[in-house]
């Protein structure tokens, strides 16, 4: 029998970990020349992440390009994430996104 390839095995492990955690949250948030943390905070104020946050999904459903990363992210620093993309951020670190211009609308899933 063969070593499994290690990248495959961890693209499972995490898939398996996902579908197996309970609790989600879902939100829109709206992404503006002002870095915002993306969070699916049920009080609205987007200021809190979830505890033990397995998977964060980002779908940018808006016709600009948003950008995503660590505190401070600007538009010439961070990921992009094309217009009617998605993004995968698995850890509960926080994640911030930022866009040229304001009105953005994200859709965000945060599971545990």
Do not use: Q
């Not at 095995?9 to 939100?27: C, D, H, P, Y």
């Not at 998605?86 to 545990?112: C, F, P, Q």
């Amino acid at each position: 029998m063969t070593k499994a390839n290690a990248n495959w095995s961890e693209t499972w492990r995490r898939f398996f970990k996902v579908l197996n955690r309970k609790g989600m949250r879902i939100a829109a948030v709206t992404v503006g020349a002002t870095e915002v943390l993306l969070t699916a905070d049920p009080a609205g104020e987007n200021k809190t992440t979830l505890k033990d946050r397995g998977l964060l999904e980002i779908y940018n459903n808006s016709a600009a390009i948003i950008y995503v990363g660590p505190t401070g992210v600007a538009v010439t620093t961070g990921i992009p994430i094309l217009p009617t993309d998605y993004y995968h951020w698995y850890s509960e670190d926080d994640l911030y996104a930022i866009a040229a211009g304001a009105g953005n609308d994200v859709r965000i899933m945060e599971t545990k």
